[in-house]
């Protein structure tokens, strides 16, 4: 009954920047934190950036200062602007967010993952 929909992802060279949206529909009734996960080949999912509804946001140490996370609550929708790409950034990338529905539970959504591809 919700979805989220990623769109961004793509091939950029080190250095370059892309910007990753993810829109969350369906039957919402509130959003309480929304952000990225990714996960390299090989690697465990890590956490890149999440964002709560009031706009406080948190990083992984590796992406601090080249990454910004934002939040468009009307729209639902987590924009992660990322600049000075390393080849070491290249994973899918995941969207998630948690939602209060409107029967009063609370669950964690995930997007179906979009490709960042940085070459040296």
């Known amino acids: 009954q919700v979805q989220l929909v990623e769109s961004g992802g793509g091939l950029v060279q080190a250095g370059g920047s892309l910007r990753l949206s993810c829109a969350a529909s369906?039957?919402?009734?509130?959003?309480?934190?929304m952000g990225w996960y990714r996960q390299a080949p090989g690697k465990q999912r890590e956490l890149v950036a999440d964002i709560t509804s009031s706009g406080s946001t948190n990083y992984a140490d590796s992406v601090k200062g080249r990454f910004t996370i934002s939040i468009d609550n009307a729209k639902n929708t987590v924009y992660l602007q990322m600049n000075s790409l390393k080849p070491e950034d290249t994973a899918v990338y995941y969207c998630?967010?948690?939602?209060?529905?409107?029967?009063?539970?609370?669950?964690?959504?995930w997007g179906q993952g979009t490709q960042v591809t940085v070459s040296s």
């Open positions: 369906g039957s919402i009734f509130s959003i309480n934190a």
């Open positions: 998630f967010a948690d939602i209060g529905s409107y029967s009063g539970s609370y669950f964690t959504d």
